[in-house]
């Protein structure tokens, strides 16, 4: 089974940094996809992040270009999400997840709890 567990959420101040961390069991790194996912209050899940191996590309929404960087250590099998100079709107639960179907990075199949992040203004 796949099993996936984020941590390194927290609350931190509007243009501060946080690493969130997700160890991956039961899944090949190198193959497919793996990605990060968040949830804010009241609103729909919005991918933020994915490592799509097939086509060696990693993808990032656009709200969060040129200040998040996820990044992969298959040796111990984490992946991490680097977010820096954070803004209230990233306030959210995130979630790391695999995706390993027809269409890698927009549907996720495996999922953990997640970590909340709070940014406060």
């Known amino acids: 089974d796949v099993q996936l567990q984020a941590s390194g959420g927290g609350l931190v101040q509007a243009g501060g940094s946080l690493r969130l961390s997700c160890a991956v069991s039961?899944?090949?790194?190198?193959?497919?996809?793996i990605g990060w996912f968040r949830q804010a209050p009241g609103k729909e899940h919005e991918g933020v992040s994915c490592?799509?191996?097939?086509?060696?590309?990693?993808y990032y929404t656009d709200s969060v270009k040129g200040r998040f960087t996820m990044s992969s250590d298959s040796a111990k099998n984490m992946i991490y999400l680097q977010m820096n100079s954070l803004k209230p709107e990233d306030t959210a639960d995130y979630y790391c997840?695999?995706?390993?179907?027809?269409?890698?990075?927009?549907?996720?199949?495996?999922w953990g709890q997640g970590t909340q992040v709070t940014v406060s203004s």
């Open positions: 997840a695999v995706s390993t179907g027809w269409d890698l990075c927009r549907v996720y199949d495996y």
């Open positions: 490592i799509n191996w097939d086509d060696g590309n990693t």
């Open positions: 039961g899944f090949t790194f190198g193959e497919k996809a």
